[in-house]
């Protein structure tokens, strides 16, 4: 049989349409409605609204509307009808295209219509980066035909998605979204390490090490550059490729090779490590009471708070920490958001109400349309008034830029350290009929003070220096305390301290 090329079928009509199915019998799956009966019909009504309601606060959470239909049967193609009830895409589309008649492609295929529909109605971009959105389904479908594995096909999909011109919005298999899942949940089976993509050179690259972990005891540090998996190059891998890897079966191991930071460009730096897999509870806050002298020679107890990933437990797990630490006399903080890649971006704004008081702006979001929609809170209570210093980085990204720039903007926090990374996109998250997720951005965000964030980043108020030490009494304590800890020798937490201390001999708190 000759197989029939993809064909779409859009009505300029936004009103409900009637779609012959025969001789096809109809799967639908949606987000709302899902069965697995397989019923014959003869048409299929779709109803749309025109009206749909409109929520800033639950654009961060999720966006899921509309439905798939999927049309199915043993002949050479499928019927596929979409329906959107976004006042952009009032109406319905009918697609034909050739079925695989490899199952596991076959399963794929509508899970590229899934992500097509998800991204053709909440998209950031309308234009889908100047491109014909819908001739874009029907090449996909046309490639992913004579494939014979779901490995190949999901290729496919991700080089449809890459299209947008948007690294943030792409699918990841099922196996991928579980140790996604896992690491946001705050429990995994692994080595206890934290890896990112340096944006400069592409590299995978340790950001961090939870306490006690396989990583940390065997000497990994901040900087390294992961080279090898179990013998594998990591080469175009991405982070959570590479996590995947190195999570496994507590009882196990994994074989690691990695440059030292200090000499990245020599061979001779590259070590071989083993290293034991174990049950690895995530905190995403590490935390610290630095004792401090004041320049009029009084004690003051500084709370040193590292904020390592906004999971769901980051937002409790401040709070608690903030009040132990009140609680233990602490009269000045210190919030360090170096090199945390994000993560859920509720939690960050949940992570800034611990702060703040009142009904303050937390962040602006534009949707696709350009309407721009302030995000509030609602009568609220910080947990401490005491003054607040926040330091930043270069790796600092997306719910942490959130956060500063909500501390920041609404007079909270002074900014110390490097300007970050500059993701001001917020996405949806979003699991489809086969276990893979598809990350879309659907909106981009601006700080309270309407600065834009998105491949700009937030300049700090001070930068982290020991230039910023200027008298010899400053410099002669940064020498004594590299001695005592290297928390304490961190020169940006001695600019820190510097700042707390000026905010202090005004009276001021923040």
């Not at 769901?312 to 170096?338: C, F, H, K, P, W």
Request: one cysteine or more; glycine letters at 6%; charged letters at 20%.
């Amino acid at each position: 049989m000759e197989l029939l090329s993809p064909k779409l079928i859009s009505p300029k009509s936004p009103t409900p349409t009637s779609l012959q199915l025969l001789p096809h019998r109809l799967w639908c799956s949606s987000r709302f409605f899902t069965t697995k009966k397989l019923i014959p019909c003869a048409s299929y009504h779709i109803k749309t609204d025109s009206n749909p309601p409109s929520n800033a606060q639950h654009l961060i959470q999720s966006i899921s509307k509309g439905f798939l239909g999927f049309a199915t049967a043993a002949a050479a193609t499928a019927l596929v009808s979409i329906c959107c009830d976004s006042p952009a895409f009032a109406e319905s589309l009918t697609v034909a295209f050739p079925v695989s008649r490899a199952p596991e492609v076959n399963t794929v295929q509508r899970t590229l219509v899934e992500a097509w529909g998800l991204i053709r109605e909440t998209f950031v971009d309308p234009t889908f980066n100047h491109q014909d959105w819908d001739s874009k389904l029907q090449q996909t479908m046309v490639e992913m035909f004579p494939l014979r594995s779901a490995d190949a096909a999901y290729t496919k999909i991700s080089g449809m998605l890459s299209t947008l011109g948007d690294p943030f919005t792409r699918i990841i298999s099922p196996k991928e979204y579980q140790s996604f899942r896992i690491g946001s949940d705050g429990n995994l089976q692994g080595v206890g390490i934290f890896i990112s993509v340096e944006p400069r050179t592409g590299h995978l690259v340790v950001l961090s090490c939870v306490e006690g972990s396989p990583a940390a005891r065997a000497g990994i540090h901040e900087g390294d550059e992961l080279v090898e998996i179990n013998g594998e190059r990591l080469d175009g891998v991405d982070s959570e490729a590479a996590a995947l890897r190195l999570r496994g079966r507590a009882g196990t191991s994994v074989t690691v090779k990695l440059h030292s930071e200090k000499d990245i460009q020599s061979d001779s730096t590259i070590r071989e490590v083993n290293l034991p897999r174990e049950y690895i509870k995530l905190s995403p806050i590490s935390r610290a009471i630095i004792p401090h002298k004041t320049p009029d020679g009084r004690l003051l107890k500084t709370g040193y708070v590292k904020l390592s990933a906004f999971s769901q437990t980051a937002a409790a797990d401040m709070e608690n920490t903030i009040y132990e630490m009140e609680n233990q006399g602490v009269q000045s903080y210190i919030l360090d958001l170096r090199n945390n890649p994000g993560g859920l971006v509720k939690a960050g704004l949940d992570v800034a109400q611990i702060w703040l008081d009142g009904d303050e702006t937390l962040v602006n979001t534009i949707d696709r349309e350009g309407n721009m929609s302030p995000i509030n809170m609602i009568n609220g209570h910080a947990v401490t008034h005491d003054p607040l210093v926040v330091l930043v980085n270069e790796r600092s990204a997306s719910a942490s830029e959130i956060l500063a720039g909500a501390l920041h903007d609404n007079g909270r926090a002074i900014l110390v350290g490097h300007k970050t990374f500059g993701k001001g996109k917020i996405q949806s998250v979003t699991e489809l009929h086969d276990g893979s997720a598809l990350f879309v951005t659907v909106a981009k965000y601006l700080s309270p003070a309407l600065h834009d964030i998105d491949q700009v980043g937030i300049t700090p108020d001070v930068q982290c220096t020991t230039d910023m030490l200027n008298s010899p009494k400053e410099l002669s304590l940064l020498k004594e305390k590299s001695s005592v800890s290297s928390l304490e020798a961190d020169s940006c937490i001695m600019v820190a301290e510097h700042e707390l201390d000026i905010q202090d001999s005004k009276g001021t708190a923040s």
